[in-house]
Structure formats: structure tokens, C-alpha cells
Nanobody
């Protein structure tokens, strides 16, 4: 069993940066790929980024490539999402998830409760 808790969301101006954290409980954190997803009001949850269990492989949505960086520290049971050059269209609730290395939500077994990111223009 893995429990995930996101933090680091907030209000930021366009062009600014935020770093989201995802703290995991459970001894099996390092065996899962970690993903970040987001959901804007009235829209479906969408893939943002994923990182393999050992941090060697990443994948990003085209909309965030070059601006967002996913990372993890298995010794601290924590995953991160560094978000730079934020745009108003990045506004959403951001969720971290643990599961397979994939872009589809159904491939993830565990989910956090989400953290709000709001980017003002």
C-alpha cells in the first residue's frame, strides 16, 4: 500500500515557477513509476509527466516539455515536479500517482488528493 500527499501548489504569476512535492508512505515507493497529472475545471484529467522507478526514463506531455522537470528521491520517498515558465493554461489541480510507466490514468494504482496550481496572467 502506498499513500501519496502532494504539496507546493499555490498562486503564481505567468512566467513564474513552482515546485510540487509528492510524499509517499510505504516501503514499496521505489518499485513504482511516478506520474503527475492535472485536471482543469470542466476538463478530463490529463497526463503531465512520468518517471521510471529508478529515475532513468522520463516522458512529458508536449505542452510542458522544456518547462517542467520530474524527479524523485527514493531515499526520501518523494517525487517532485519543477514547473518553470508557467502559463495561465497550466492552471489546474495537480495529482501525483504511483503505478506503471504510462500516460494513461488507469495504469496508476495509487493517487494523491491533489494540489491547486493557479497561474495569473
Amino acid at each position: 500500500q502506498v499513500q501519496l500527499v502532494e504539496s507546493g501548489g499555490g498562486l503564481v504569476q505567468a512566467g513564474g515557477s513552482l515546485r510540487l512535492s509528492c510524499a509517499a508512505s510505504g516501503r514499496t515507493f521505489s518499485s513504482y513509476a511516478m506520474g503527475w497529472f492535472r485536471q482543469a475545471p470542466g476538463k478530463e484529467r490529463e497526463f503531465v509527466a512520468v518517471l521510471s522507478w529508478n529515475g532513468a526514463i522520463t516522458d512529458y506531455a508536449d505542452s510542458v516539455k522544456g518547462r517542467f522537470t520530474i524527479s524523485r528521491d527514493n531515499a526520501k520517498n518523494t517525487a517532485y515536479l519543477q514547473m518553470n515558465s508557467l502559463k495561465p493554461e497550466d492552471t489546474a489541480v495537480y495529482y501525483c500517482a504511483a503505478g506503471e510507466f504510462a500516460t494513461a490514468t488507469y495504469r496508476y494504482r495509487y493517487w494523491g488528493q491533489g494540489t491547486q496550481v493557479t497561474v495569473s496572467s
